[in-house]
């Protein structure tokens, strides 16, 4: 199998994962239609089993080399994919979705789809590849079910190739299966395979070593040159005598030896030739060139490790780092002493308000600073878990839920963001707060009840409660509830979902990555969707063995 090419497309990943936590308006445009999809998370969760981790498909996993086979369907790009950030991407190709499965994070992951999207599939009535509308998430499911991925050919790697014909749109395509067996676990018989044309362009030519070149645009747009054995090896793979070039020709033979720089863009960095005529022996054209001149941000890195200079004018000037002091044109012996310019916190002052209902209590703190750096400032609780970040302008802040800690102080750490040594901490004795909540004033036996609402996006909503005391504290009635399992068949959750032990938290997506940490000690973390005859059920109580029957494994 051929590598997928994912270069190009890397640099959207990257900068959408750097720009999580600010604006990405300009890399990612919000759309509409985008529906959180629980069939979207199967089949990404499959796909991901056949392409190792950079990003190329499995040959194994892919016999044929055609996706509507070797996975099930293919979709037909481009699709609106939703992270779970509430931002959304435009995907055009099956490269450009590998390269975001291959990038998802535990911070930053495919959540959801743009409804309506069209998908190919193999329709075994007519031997024809067609293309089909998936409309809704119930439709996705459906299709999801058919796809069947849990049963796997029991085959082996015996190479016997067998091959059936299939048509493609209006062109009859050749599909080469390893042997007899995965082709029958596709649904062929016997009687739909036909003569593969076995012969080889190596059984085909002559071994002599005679090289002939030919010269071909590769998919990220650059011009490379390949080399055969001889030309009957060319011919067979398409080429004629007329795209023949010799080989030895270089582009540095081809250009003049002048220096008049151009520079173009590539993967993200900026390549700089001597002149026009080496850019365009690399593939690229006049279209392509770029500035040059690339700003002293680009080059240096994003950190704050300040250094000072005096400038012409007698004046103490800083800089984040020694490299944009460099960039602008200061040397070593520049540098001067930054007169104790240093980035502090002053101490942090703390008022406490009263609680809330839920046990938790309203927090404002504010502080003194100099030279930050930086707009913001990031705020830690205990073990360096942060709880966010806030504009140094918004000073003083209140925090409406503060959790108690459960020590004797309750305790938080402020730092300047991105400079860890800039920190201040404090501790205080806490209010002593009270949860009010359904959880101290309702028993704890389990009698399940459910009740039942459509959310925004349409979808019906069953939300499980403890027992009927929980219900009524939310507000909810007799009237209200509803069967908790009209139909008594297994269930399956909505991936991903969050498990935690002792503070720690995971995402896990697989039912064995759920028993694994179950084994270890890890809960489920609450509320979880689960999928129930392709409706999807929101649990807020631990009840999952018994109200829904068992889980779909």
Do not use: H
């Amino acid at each position: 199998m051929k590598n997928i090419k994912l270069i190009f497309f890397s640099m959207l990943i990257a900068l959408s994962v750097l720009t999580s936590c600010q604006n990405n308006d300009d890399i990612i445009d919000d759309m509409a239609n985008v529906t959180q999809s629980a069939a979207l998370q199967t089949a990404l969760n499959n796909l991901d089993l056949i392409v190792d981790d950079e990003g190329s498909l499995i040959e194994q996993e892919n016999p044929t080399g055609n996706l509507v086979f070797d996975f099930c369907f293919d979709f037909v790009y481009p699709i609106n994919l939703e992270y779970n950030n509430g931002t959304t991407v435009e995907v055009n190709s099956f490269e450009e979705l590998i390269l975001v499965l291959i990038n998802s994070t535990e911070e930053l992951f495919i959540v959801g789809i743009e409804f309506p999207f069209d998908v190919e599939v193999f329709n075994e009535d007519n031997d024809e590849i067609e293309i089909i509308t998936i409309n809704n998430e119930e439709e996705f499911l459906a299709l999801i079910e058919s796809c069947d991925f849990n049963q796997s050919c029991e085959c082996t790697d015996e190479y016997d190739p067998v091959c059936v014909e299939i048509i493609d749109g209006n062109e009859t395509i050749l599909i080469t299966f390893p042997n007899e067996c995965l082709a029958e676990c596709e649904g062929f018989t016997e009687e739909d395979f036909v003569d593969c044309g076995d012969t080889s362009c190596e059984d085909e030519c002559p071994q002599e070593e005679d090289p002939v070149c030919v010269e071909v645009t590769n998919p990220n747009g650059n011009t490379e040159i390949i080399t055969f054995l001889n030309a009957c090896f060319a011919e067979c793979e398409g080429y004629t005598e007329e795209d023949f070039i010799d080989c030895d020709i270089s582009c540095e033979d081809e250009c003049p030896d002048e220096y008049d720089p151009v520079c173009v863009e590539s993967g993200g960095q900026i390549i700089e030739f001597d002149n026009f005529c080496l850019a365009e022996c690399e593939g690229f054209t006049q279209e392509d060139l770029v500035d040059c001149e690339v700003s002293c941000e680009d080059e240096c890195p994003d950190e704050y490790d300040p250094v000072c200079v005096l400038t012409n004018n007698g004046e103490l000037e800083e800089y984040d780092n020694i490299c944009l002091a460099f960039c602008d044109g200061y040397e070593q012996d520049d540098i001067v002493d930054c007169e104790n310019n240093e980035c502090e916190v002053g101490a942090i002052e703390v008022t406490i308000g009263e609680c809330n209902d839920d046990g938790t209590y309203i927090l404002t703190i504010d502080f003194e600073y100099e030279n930050p750096g930086n707009e913001y400032f990031d705020l830690y609780v205990r073990n360096n878990e942060l709880l966010g970040y806030y504009l140094l302008s918004d000073l003083p802040i209140t925090i409406e839920n503060f959790e108690l800690s459960g020590f004797d102080n309750d305790y938080i750490k402020v730092c300047i963001n991105d400079n860890p040594n800039c920190c201040n901490e404090t501790e205080w004795d806490p209010p002593a707060c009270e949860n009010t909540g359904c959880e101290d004033n309702c028993p704890q036996n389990e009698d399940p009840v459910c009740v039942e609402f459509t959310n925004p996006n349409g979808e019906t909503i069953v939300i499980t409660y403890l027992n009927a005391c929980y219900a009524e504290c939310d507000g909810y009635n007799e009237e209200d509830f509803v069967d908790c399992n009209p139909s008594p068949d297994c269930y399956e959750y909505g991936f991903p979902i969050g498990m935690t032990l002792n503070g720690v938290y995971v995402n896990v997506s697989t039912n064995e990555e759920v028993d694994d940490y179950l084994d270890l000690g890890y809960e489920l973390v609450y509320p979880i969707e689960l999928i129930i005859n392709n409706e999807i059920i929101l649990v807020y109580q631990g009840i999952l063995e018994g109200a829904y029957g068992p889980r779909c494994d």
